[in-house]
């Protein structure tokens, strides 16, 4: 069964430059231009007529076309232990529209969606257990705290799969839908 969730593209322009701030810290496993995106739900393994409900289901969500804006960047952890290394997405009150509409007809489907709080990121790398990053990591922080990059369109949403494998995640666009009144 696939791992689902649904999520923003990166729009391209912002893509690339967030590709190019990535390096010096020992250990990231640097995340593909490719599989850039915000997540608005996270929904696990699911089967196929789930898929196909949570399809119907987000095709009913309207909302205008997004800005989406970088600023600065952060990083996830677990202990004491960071996970992921991450672009900060400004939480424009239209993207946390968008994302309570999305968690709510998912629900609304009978569909389990992850509860985590939302804090709209990209991700840019993620630490295995025990990873060696010394200073590297505060100072990858640091360095680019300033970091702005956008506003840039966003004209859709979609229903992402996640397959595993050895060199990383491959991400699938499995369904598409257009914002915008």
């Not at 939480?91 to 609304?108: M, Y």
Request: charged fraction near 25%; aromatic fraction near 8%; proline fraction near 6%.
């Amino acid at each position: 069964m696939p791992r689902l969730f649904v999520a923003l593209p990166v729009p391209d322009e912002i893509a690339g430059e967030l590709c190019l701030i990535q390096g010096g810290v020992p250990d990231a496993h640097w995340v593909a231009e490719e599989n850039f995106h915000v997540t608005l739900a996270f929904l696990g393994e699911v089967d196929g007529a789930a898929m196909a409900d949570a399809v119907e289901a987000l095709a009913t969500v309207e909302g205008p076309v997004l800005d989406l804006e970088i600023a600065g960047v952060d990083h996830f952890v677990e202990g004491n232990q960071p996970t992921a290394l991450y672009a900060t997405v400004v939480a424009s009150p239209e993207l946390v529209r968008l994302q309570e509409r999305v968690r709510a007809v998912l629900r609304g489907e009978g569909l389990r969606v992850e509860r985590r709080k939302f804090r709209p990121h990209v991700t840019l790398a993620r630490f295995a257990r025990r990873a060696e990053f010394g200073h590297h990591l505060a100072q990858f922080v640091a360095s680019h705290n300033l970091l702005r990059l956008g506003p840039a369109e966003v004209e859709s949403f979609g229903l992402y799969s996640s397959r595993t494998r050895d060199d990383g995640a491959v991400y699938t666009l499995e369904a598409e839908f257009p914002l915008g009144y």
